[in-house]
């Protein structure tokens, strides 16, 4: 059986990662290999924010009657209130909630704030949030899939905290690097962080260099997709 475990990623890999963009963390995925890696129908709840962090994930499954009898006193024992007091900074809490993801709401302004006490770097939500208005003037970058007014306990159960989880069709491991932005989220494998953080910085520099040799005339043929000549002309370029 597959037992996750936290590998150590220095912290200047990390620093390396916040300038990392999705598409880009991506897109260097995919050449290492990994084919699966952006979220689908996960989506920011406001444009302009980045995320960058280690994953916690929380799983929710279905109320049953039988199982769902639970006194207010003992509600912090579930996952959600228990990832919640435990979030680090810089923690990603991640929410599979699956295909009852639309039957009511995961986090609100409620949980949010305490998240954002905690310092949380981010929510990355397969399934619902309310509150959005407020939401929108915390801070907190989110990215979620749908919106519902009915309280999570109603419906949906914080079952399993720190464990394997799917999010937007994609596996998500606990302390995996999550990358979000305006173009949606992307889990990185924790093995693969320092290279992704290699590749990608060298991938975003070639980018900026590529964009700015069109904008002054450069052919779109003679820049893109790079090739080792358009590296060799950026690094002259860098001399001057």
Not at 23 to 49: D, V
Not at 191 to 209: P, T
Request: include cysteine; glycine fraction near 10%; proline fraction near 6%.
């Amino acid at each position: 059986m597959f037992e996750p475990t936290r590998i150590d990623i220095p912290a200047n890999v990390m620093e390396q990662l916040k300038k990392v963009s999705a598409a880009t963390a991506c897109g260097t995925l995919m050449k290492l290999g990994y084919r699966n890696t952006f979220m689908h129908t996960i989506y920011p709840m406001s444009l302009g924010q980045k995320m960058m962090g280690r994953a916690r994930t929380i799983r929710y499954l279905p109320v049953r009657e039988d199982v769902a009898k639970i006194r207010p006193a003992e509600r912090g024992l579930l996952a959600d209130f228990q990832a919640l007091e435990h979030t680090q900074p810089g923690d990603v809490i991640v929410c599979d909630v699956g295909f009852f993801g639309g039957w009511a709401s995961t986090f609100g302004d409620v949980m949010t704030s305490r998240f954002k006490y905690r310092k949380g770097a981010g929510l990355v939500i397969d399934g619902a949030l309310r509150d959005i208005g407020i939401l929108r003037t915390m801070g907190v970058p989110v990215l979620y899939r749908e919106t519902h007014t009915v309280p999570g306990p109603n419906a949906i159960w914080p079952w399993d905290l720190d464990i394997p989880v799917q999010c937007g069709g994609v596996l998500v491991v606990p302390g995996d690097i999550i990358i979000g932005d305006d173009d949606g989220v992307v889990a990185v494998p924790q093995a693969m962080a320092a290279e992704v953080a290699r590749l990608g910085i060298e991938e975003e520099e070639m980018e900026a260099f590529v964009r700015e040799s069109l904008s002054h005339g450069g052919s779109i043929s003679d820049y893109y997709p790079p090739t080792e000549k358009t590296r060799q002309a950026m690094i002259a370029a860098r001399k001057k």
